[in-house]
């Protein structure tokens, strides 16, 4: 904020400082001649000011006990609280002693500049770094007001006073990364490309080789492709960028997000390095163009390091074998999964890695899919000694010696998995797992161990002058098998990958078609013999589950009409459930695979087992119990709920349905609370969870029970992806309004104390957990992935990072061929979503 506006928010004092308790300010190099500056005695810090000729002071500024400095030409006594300074210092998180210079940008109010740093010695305060001119102040420490006053003379008043742009190449990179990630993602690559490519006197040299970067990368392209898809970007936990929604993306338009993509991450390397040479702050200033180009080409070229981190990865416990109370085998696939997964989500790489995995042990074999960058995503230009040169014809070379670099590596990991491994193929696919395969490698153990090994480790696959000879790294890193066929530009062609055991496709059968049986654990746990009783997605009735949902939507403006011919197909089905006489083999719908792993909440008698009901009969209770609902049936409409309740023991949404009436139809919130805590305690899924809260939130309100009201929406609050969370925010606003002992909502922990008290469970529930970790994770040792891919994709939503989640491709595909992605036939989806949009409604 400018002087003017500091002025006009100050607090004004009528008195003037006393100017005879001054103290004279070490000098500056960049001052005037003849000028000298002090600290003089006044409210808080007091005062910085100029000494005139005449003897007396110009104030200049006032310094606050909260170690900010605002500027200001008369003696004031504080500032408003939305007031900025033009510089403070705040101490760094968990580092006792040192904290951040920063200064505001007079040209973009708001924006926050980190300059330096600073730390604490004896009680007073010396500069580790400032980007600005502090001549001898550098060696020296200070009292804090001194301290304060010659930071913000060095860095602010004087450029101001010299025409100087503030802050000139100054902020952290990450600071300038944080500005990009809160705009619109083609804003934000036009403003670094125009900050840098333009003649503008204020760029830097990171400026300009940022803009190099993107405008070779073909990023101002991103705004049309922006325009037709919701795209964003973040910085992951490994430092690296990640272009989110980018798997709608084909062809060029995928190739043109994904260069993008590598070129910010070219930018993050030149982040560390830089946080190397300036004791971790990252400063723009720190870098030049060709300390910037050699972190983007050390990048390239540091699959040494790679190596050995996985070497060193893979010696630690497996942090993975136990989750949520189920623990794996040793050794198993699960163990073997999880440590590949981790190692591949660790690494910091250019270049976004996407990868599919199989694994036959008894074989010994596993088999990869990983991406590989196209040609464009390489840098098109590099910095020599005659200053910078076109890369652009090199591309396909680079991209292919890249690849053979990846293959080595994920072969690494791949054995550093697990010892009985002896064999690993690696296919290499162009830009994304359904590209082009442009490379596959087979590795065995030992030859890998004696000599690509070596090659890995010690460098020499690192050399830059292998980048456009991957031939040469190819007779480094000994394949035992290949597929790949090189261009004329030494670039890869597509080709057919290795051709793999049989055993790999067998255990990816629909889970339908799988009638191996289950070990005896497996089988008492899930209440089933074999694999195919586990399915609960092929809807195989006479009528399907959609047919119900057309007869529905087709008469909704006629209720009775699809009243009376849902009732005739519900006698239909309820007649062709007669033919199931076996008593120990119980009906029953799951809304999706996961939820079969929850059928011990049911509390079934030993011996019994399940068959999968049509989607059609659950879907037309469902149903009926909603129009006898709305057309004010309350007997039939429980009758109904209940009914559906009976054949989904483990969905819960037939419970909400039955909530819903009590209030609907009766006013009778004290009975759909009861209805909502069953539901929780069998809810699984994150959008499930949410919703149920909100009803309970509502409910509880309404019962004049807003502390366990605000504890439930405080629940809902914690993920602002789900579709409820602005309707939760405005409700919970208005409840605030109401209460007296909470002006915001509960932390976390204090909602669950509060809920747990009243009775609610916090779901999912630790047996909720339990149950799918232990049938995942036992179906996945056991041999049946397929089986287990959608137990394992809560699973990761149980468990921080990415690992779990990332494996659950690969338990459903395998490195075969994607058919589909999985479709959840049952219309309980959907009726959830509809209740939903008519819960926003009210």
Same mark, same amino acid.
Request: with cysteine; aromatic share 8%.
């Given at each position: 904020?400018?002087?003017?506006?500091?002025?006009?928010?100050?607090?004004?004092?009528?008195?003037?400082?006393?100017?005879?308790?001054?103290?004279?300010?070490?000098?500056?190099?960049?001052?005037?001649?003849?000028?000298?500056?002090?600290?003089?005695?006044?409210?808080?810090?007091?005062?910085?000011?100029?000494?005139?000729?005449?003897?007396?002071?110009?104030?200049?500024?006032?310094?606050?006990?909260?170690?900010?400095?605002?500027?200001?030409?008369?003696?004031?006594?504080?500032?408003?609280?939305?007031?900025?300074?033009?510089?403070?210092?705040?101490?760094?998180?968990?580092?006792?002693?040192?904290?951040?210079?920063?200064?505001?940008?007079?040209?973009?109010?708001?924006?926050?500049?980190?300059?330096?740093?600073?730390?604490?010695?004896?009680?007073?305060?010396?500069?580790?770094?400032?980007?600005?001119?502090?001549?001898?102040?550098?060696?020296?420490?200070?009292?804090?007001?001194?301290?304060?006053?010659?930071?913000?003379?060095?860095?602010?008043?004087?450029?101001?006073?010299?025409?100087?742009?503030?802050?000139?190449?100054?902020?952290?990179?990450?600071?300038?990364?944080?500005?990009?990630?809160?705009?619109?993602?083609?804003?934000?690559?036009?403003?670094?490309?125009?900050?840098?490519?333009?003649?503008?006197?204020?760029?830097?040299?990171?400026?300009?080789?940022?803009?190099?970067?993107?405008?070779?990368?073909?990023?101002?392209?991103?705004?049309?492709?922006?325009?037709?898809?919701?795209?964003?970007?973040?910085?992951?936990?490994?430092?690296?960028?990640?272009?989110?929604?980018?798997?709608?993306?084909?062809?060029?338009?995928?190739?043109?997000?994904?260069?993008?993509?590598?070129?910010?991450?070219?930018?993050?390397?030149?982040?560390?390095?830089?946080?190397?040479?300036?004791?971790?702050?990252?400063?723009?200033?720190?870098?030049?163009?060709?300390?910037?180009?050699?972190?983007?080409?050390?990048?390239?070229?540091?699959?040494?390091?790679?190596?050995?981190?996985?070497?060193?990865?893979?010696?630690?416990?497996?942090?993975?074998?136990?989750?949520?109370?189920?623990?794996?085998?040793?050794?198993?696939?699960?163990?073997?999964?999880?440590?590949?997964?981790?190692?591949?989500?660790?690494?910091?790489?250019?270049?976004?890695?996407?990868?599919?995995?199989?694994?036959?042990?008894?074989?010994?074999?596993?088999?990869?899919?990983?991406?590989?960058?196209?040609?464009?995503?390489?840098?098109?230009?590099?910095?020599?000694?005659?200053?910078?040169?076109?890369?652009?014809?090199?591309?396909?070379?680079?991209?292919?010696?890249?690849?053979?670099?990846?293959?080595?590596?994920?072969?690494?990991?791949?054995?550093?998995?697990?010892?009985?491994?002896?064999?690993?193929?690696?296919?290499?696919?162009?830009?994304?797992?359904?590209?082009?395969?442009?490379?596959?490698? @087979?590795?065995?153990?030992? /030859?890998?161990?004696?000599?690509?090994?070596?090659?890995?480790?010690?460098? =020499? $696959? *690192? %050399? +830059?002058?292998?980048?456009?000879?991957?031939?040469?790294?190819?007779?480094?890193?000994?394949?035992?098998?290949?597929?790949?066929?090189?261009?004329?530009?030494?670039?890869?062609?597509?080709?057919?990958?290795?051709?793999?055991?049989?055993?790999?496709?067998?255990?990816?059968?629909?889970?339908?078609?799988?009638?191996?049986?289950?070990?005896?654990?497996?089988?008492?746990?899930?209440?089933?013999?074999?694999?195919?009783?586990?399915?609960?997605?092929?809807?195989?009735?006479?009528?399907?589950?959609?047919?119900?949902?057309?007869?529905?939507?087709?008469?909704?403006?006629?209720?009775?009409?699809?009243?009376?011919?849902?009732?005739?197909?519900?006698?239909?089905?309820?007649?062709?459930?007669?033919?199931?006489? @076996?008593?120990?083999?119980? /009906?029953?719908?799951?809304?999706?695979?996961?939820?079969?792993?929850?059928? =011990? $909440? *049911? %509390? +079934?008698?030993?011996?019994?087992?399940?068959?999968?009901?049509?989607?059609?009969?659950?879907?037309?209770?469902?149903?009926?119990?909603?129009?006898?609902?709305?057309?004010?049936?309350?007997?039939?409409?429980?009758?109904?709920?209940?009914?559906?309740?009976?054949?989904?023991?483990?969905?819960?949404?037939?419970?909400?349905?039955?909530?819903?009436?009590?209030?609907?139809?009766?006013?009778?919130?004290?009975?759909?609370?009861?209805?909502?805590?069953?539901?929780?305690?069998?809810?699984?899924?994150?959008?499930?969870?949410?919703?149920?809260?909100?009803?309970?939130?509502?409910?509880?309100?309404?019962?004049?029970?807003?502390?366990?009201?605000?504890?439930?929406?405080?629940?809902?609050?914690?993920?602002?992806?789900?579709?409820?969370?602005?309707?939760?925010?405005?409700?919970?606003?208005?409840?605030?309004?109401?209460?007296?002992?909470?002006?915001?909502?509960?932390?976390?922990?204090?909602?669950?104390?509060?809920?747990?008290?009243?009775?609610?469970?916090?779901?999912?529930?630790?047996?909720?957990?339990?149950?799918?970790?232990?049938?995942?994770?036992?179906?996945?040792?056991?041999?049946?992935?397929?089986?287990?891919?959608?137990?394992?994709?809560?699973?990761?939503?149980?468990?921080?990072?990415?690992?779990?989640?990332?494996?659950?491709?690969?338990?459903?595909?395998?490195?075969?061929?994607?058919?589909?992605?999985?479709?959840?036939?049952?219309?309980?989806?959907?009726?959830?979503?509809?209740?939903?949009?008519?819960?926003?409604?009210?």
């Amino acid at each position: 904020m400018n002087e003017n506006v500091c002025r006009r928010k100050a607090k004004r004092m009528f008195n003037k400082p006393d100017n005879s308790q001054a103290t004279e300010l070490f000098p500056l190099p960049e001052q005037d001649e003849g000028a000298k500056y002090v600290v003089i005695p006044g409210p808080q810090k007091g005062y910085v000011a100029l000494q005139l000729p005449n003897g007396g002071l110009q104030i200049l500024a006032w310094m606050s006990d909260d170690l900010r400095v605002y500027g200001t030409d008369q003696p004031i006594s504080g500032v408003d609280e939305d007031t900025l300074p033009q510089l403070r210092i705040d101490p760094w998180s968990g580092i006792p002693d040192t904290g951040s210079i920063r200064v505001y940008d007079p040209k973009q109010p708001g924006r926050v500049m980190t300059i330096g740093e600073y730390a604490i010695n004896g009680g007073n305060y010396e500069f580790r770094s400032l980007n600005a001119d502090l001549g001898g102040a550098i060696q020296r420490s200070f009292p804090v007001a001194e301290f304060l006053a010659l930071a913000w003379l060095s860095s602010y008043y004087i450029p101001t006073l010299h025409n100087k742009p503030v802050g000139m190449g100054a902020g952290r990179m990450t600071e300038v990364f944080e500005e990009m990630m809160g705009m619109p993602l083609p804003d934000a690559i036009d403003m670094m490309i125009w900050k840098g490519a333009t003649n503008n006197p204020d760029a830097t040299d990171f400026d300009r080789y940022v803009a190099r970067q993107l405008v070779e990368a073909g990023a101002g392209q991103l705004r049309q492709i922006a325009s037709e898809h919701d795209l964003g970007f973040t910085r992951l936990g490994t430092k690296m960028f990640w272009i989110f929604n980018i798997d709608e993306l084909e062809g060029l338009q995928r190739d043109v997000a994904l260069a993008t993509e590598a070129a910010m991450n070219r930018l993050s390397f030149v982040d560390l390095d830089a946080r190397d040479i300036d004791d971790e702050m990252g400063l723009v200033g720190t870098v030049n163009e060709r300390m910037a180009w050699k972190s983007t080409s050390d990048a390239l070229h540091m699959f040494a390091k790679h190596a050995k981190y996985v070497e060193g990865a893979s010696k630690r416990p497996n942090q993975y074998l136990s989750v949520c109370g189920a623990e794996g085998m040793t050794g198993g696939p699960w163990d073997i999964s999880t440590r590949f997964a981790n190692l591949c989500e660790s690494l910091m790489l250019m270049f976004r890695l996407e990868y599919r995995f199989d694994i036959d042990l008894d074989n010994g074999a596993m088999v990869i899919n990983c991406t590989v960058p196209t040609p464009l995503m390489f840098p098109g230009s590099g910095l020599t000694d005659q200053g910078w040169v076109d890369l652009r014809a090199q591309r396909p070379a680079h991209a292919a010696s890249y690849a053979m670099r990846l293959a080595a590596l994920m072969a690494q990991m791949a054995f550093m998995s697990s010892v009985r491994l002896t064999k690993v193929t690696v296919n290499c696919l162009s830009a994304s797992l359904s590209g082009d395969c442009v490379l596959s490698l @087979d590795f065995d153990r030992m /030859p890998f161990q004696m000599a690509t090994l070596h090659a890995l480790t010690s460098g =020499a $696959l *690192d %050399n +830059p002058a292998l980048d456009t000879d991957p031939l040469a790294i190819y007779n480094l890193i000994k394949p035992s098998k290949y597929s790949l066929q090189f261009t004329s530009d030494r670039g890869l062609a597509p080709c057919e990958p290795l051709p793999v055991s049989p055993t790999f496709a067998s255990k990816h059968l629909p889970v339908w078609a799988d009638e191996r049986e289950l070990p005896a654990a497996l089988a008492r746990l899930l209440s089933a013999k074999r694999v195919c009783e586990l399915d609960v997605m092929k809807d195989e009735g006479s009528v399907s589950g959609k047919e119900i949902w057309d007869i529905y939507e087709q008469a909704e403006d006629s209720p009775m009409t699809a009243q009376m011919e849902l009732e005739s197909v519900a006698m239909q089905l309820e007649s062709e459930e007669m033919d199931h006489t @076996d008593p120990n083999v119980k /009906p029953l719908f799951c809304e999706r695979p996961l939820m079969r792993a929850l059928v =011990a $909440l *049911d %509390n +079934p008698p030993a011996g019994t087992t399940y068959r999968k009901v049509p989607d059609a009969l659950y879907n037309v209770h469902l149903l009926l119990a909603r129009i006898y609902r709305d057309t004010g049936n309350f007997e039939a409409s429980i009758k109904h709920s209940r009914q559906a309740q009976a054949l989904s023991p483990t969905t819960p949404q037939a419970l909400v349905e039955e909530a819903v009436t009590h209030v609907d139809v009766n006013d009778d919130f004290s009975t759909a609370i009861d209805c909502l805590i069953r539901a929780l305690q069998i809810a699984s899924i994150p959008a499930d969870v949410s919703f149920i809260y909100y009803r309970l939130a509502f409910a509880n309100w309404q019962q004049g029970n807003q502390k366990v009201a605000l504890a439930c929406y405080t629940q809902v609050l914690q993920n602002k992806n789900m579709p409820l969370y602005q309707s939760a925010a405005r409700e919970v606003s208005q409840l605030l309004d109401e209460m007296h002992d909470y002006d915001e909502i509960m932390s976390v922990a204090e909602s669950t104390h509060v809920l747990k008290n009243a009775g609610i469970p916090v779901a999912p529930t630790s047996q909720v957990r339990e149950l799918i970790a232990k049938s995942a994770i036992g179906l996945v040792d056991a041999g049946f992935p397929r089986a287990a891919d959608d137990m394992v994709w809560l699973l990761g939503r149980f468990t921080e990072g990415d690992v779990i989640a990332a494996i659950a491709t690969s338990l459903r595909w395998g490195c075969g061929e994607e058919v589909a992605p999985t479709e959840f036939q049952s219309g309980s989806q959907e009726a959830m979503l509809d209740e939903l949009k008519r819960a926003l409604d009210q």
